[in-house]
C-alpha cells in the first residue's frame, strides 16, 4: 500500500514541503527513500499525489503531483461524547471510532466515571487521543481527522447544548432504561448530524439521564446484552455505515 500521511497545511501542485518533525519521524519510520510515492492528506477532502525528495536526518522534503478526488467519510457527520473508560480502552475506542468514521469525540467525567483528568494530565491525554486519532486515520485510508475536544464533566456539557432542534440534530442517549428505543428503529437522515451520549462502566446515573432527556436526547437500547463502555459507541457507527438513509426533501 502506498504510504497515506497527515499533513495540516495547505496543499497545491507542484510545490515542495518540508514535513514537520513529527510527520518526517512517521515517514522516516515507514522506511521511504527518494522517490518514493505517498499520498497526503490535509483534512478539507480528498488526497494529493505526492514523491520523497530527500531524506534528512530531521527533515524529510517532498513534492506534492496532483490531487486525487475521493471520499470516505461517513453520509452524516457523527459526534460521541464519552464517559471516559477506564485504563488504556479509551485509546482503542479512539482508534476503532476513527476507522468507522466519527467526526468528534468529546471525553466526559461522569458521577460513574474512574478514569478521571484534570489540569495539565488532561491536556496531555487529550494530545495522546488527537495522536491516535490521527494515525488511525492515515491507516484506514479516511480524508479527515477527528476533532477531539478538552474534557469536560457531563453536567457542564449538557448544559452549554443549544436547545434542541429535532430538524437539525439526531441525539441519542445509549440507555438501560425499559422505555428505550431500539436503535435500529430511528431514522438515519442523510446529513442530518447525529450525537450520541454513551457512560462509563455502569453508564449514566439517573440524574446525568434523565438531565440528558431535558436536552433532547432519545434513549436508545442496543439490545438485551450488556455492552463494554468501550464497545457500544462503536455498534452505533456500525449501524450508521450501514443503515439505508433516509433522503430528507
Not at 430538524?167 to 438515519?188: H, I
Request: net charge negative; charged share 20%; proline share 9%.
Amino acid at each position: 500500500m502506498t504510504a497515506r500521511l497527515f499533513l495540516d497545511a495547505p496543499l497545491a501542485v507542484a510545490t515542495e514541503v518540508t514535513l514537520p518533525p513529527d510527520v518526517s519521524r512517521h515517514a522516516q519510520v515507514l522506511r521511504l527513500q527518494p522517490g518514493d510515492a505517498l499520498r497526503l492528506f490535509n483534512g478539507q477532502g480528498g488526497e494529493w499525489q505526492a514523491e520523497v525528495l530527500s531524506m534528512g536526518r530531521q527533515t524529510v522534503v517532498v513534492r506534492v503531483d496532483q490531487p486525487l478526488a475521493c471520499d470516505r467519510e461517513l453520509p452524516r457527520p457523527v459526534t460521541l461524547a464519552l464517559g471516559m473508560p477506564a485504563n488504556d480502552r479509551m485509546d482503542a475506542l479512539v482508534e476503532k471510532a476513527t476507522e468507522l468514521g466519527v467526526q468528534a469525540i468529546q471525553p466526559l467525567h461522569t458521577s460513574r466515571s474512574v478514569l478521571r483528568l484534570t489540569g495539565e494530565r488532561a491536556d496531555k491525554r487529550r494530545a495522546h487521543w488527537q495522536g491516535v486519532a490521527t494515525a488511525a486515520s492515515e491507516q484506514s485510508g479516511r480524508t479527515a481527522v477527528p476533532h477531539l475536544a478538552p474534557v469536560r464533566s457531563v453536567t457542564d456539557w449538557l448544559d452549554q447544548l443549544p436547545a434542541p432542534a429535532s430538524d437539525a440534530e439526531q441525539r441519542c442517549l445509549l440507555s438501560f432504561t425499559p422505555d428505550a428505543v431500539p436503535l435500529s428503529s430511528l431514522p438515519s437522515r442523510a446529513g442530518c448530524p447525529l450525537l450520541v451520549l454513551s457512560g462509563p462502566e455502569g453508564g449514566l446515573d439517573p440524574q446525568e439521564e434523565t438531565h440528558a432527556r431535558q436536552r433532547g436526547f432519545i434513549p436508545v437500547s442496543l439490545g438485551p446484552r450488556v455492552l463494554r463502555a468501550d464497545t457500544a459507541p462503536l455498534v452505533v457507527l456500525s449501524w450508521v455505515n450501514f443503515c439505508p438513509l433516509e433522503v430528507v426533501a
